[in-house]
C-alpha cells in the first residue's frame, strides 16, 4: 500500500510564495508521474500541474509561469512552488501520483488528503 502525505498550505497574502510538498511512502518501485489538483468551494477540482517519470510537465493555464513543479525521486516527493499568489488559487490543493509497484507492472494510483491554500488580498 502507497500513502501520500501532503505538507505546506496555509495562508499568503497576495503576490506571496508557498511551497506545497507531498511525500509517498510505501512499496514503491518508481512513480510514473505526479501532480497537484485544486478544489475551490462550489468548483470542480482542477488540475494545477503534472510531472511524468520522463520530467514532462503540463500546467494549469491559470498558474504557467507563477507555479513550478518539481519532483525529488530519491524521496518519491513531489513540490509545487507557488509564486505571485493571487486569491483566486484559493482552494484546497491535493497530490495525485501513480506508482509502478510489483515487478509486473502492477500500479497504485491515489490521493493525498488535501492541504489548504488560502490567499488573502
Known amino acids: 500500500q502507497v500513502q501520500l502525505v501532503e505538507s505546506g498550505g496555509g495562508l499568503a497574502h497576495t503576490g506571496g510564495s508557498l511551497r506545497l510538498s507531498c511525500a509517498a511512502s510505501?512499496?514503491?518501485?518508481?512513480?510514473?508521474?505526479m501532480g497537484w489538483y485544486r478544489q475551490a468551494p462550489g468548483k470542480e477540482r482542477e488540475l494545477v500541474a503534472v510531472?511524468?517519470?520522463?520530467?514532462?510537465?503540463n500546467y494549469a493555464d491559470s498558474v504557467k509561469g507563477r507555479f513550478t513543479i518539481s519532483v525529488d525521486n530519491a524521496k518519491n516527493t513531489v513540490h509545487l512552488q507557488m509564486n505571485s499568489l493571487k486569491p483566486e488559487d484559493t482552494a484546497v490543493y491535493y497530490c495525485?501520483?501513480?506508482?509502478?509497484?510489483?515487478?509486473?507492472?502492477?500500479?497504485?494510483?491515489?490521493w493525498g488528503q488535501g492541504t489548504q491554500v488560502t490567499v488573502s488580498s
Open positions: 510505501g512499496s514503491i518501485i518508481r512513480f510514473n508521474d
Open positions: 510531472i511524468t517519470s520522463g520530467s514532462a510537465t
Open positions: 495525485n501520483a501513480e506508482f509502478l509497484i510489483t515487478d509486473d507492472g502492477g500500479t497504485w494510483h491515489g
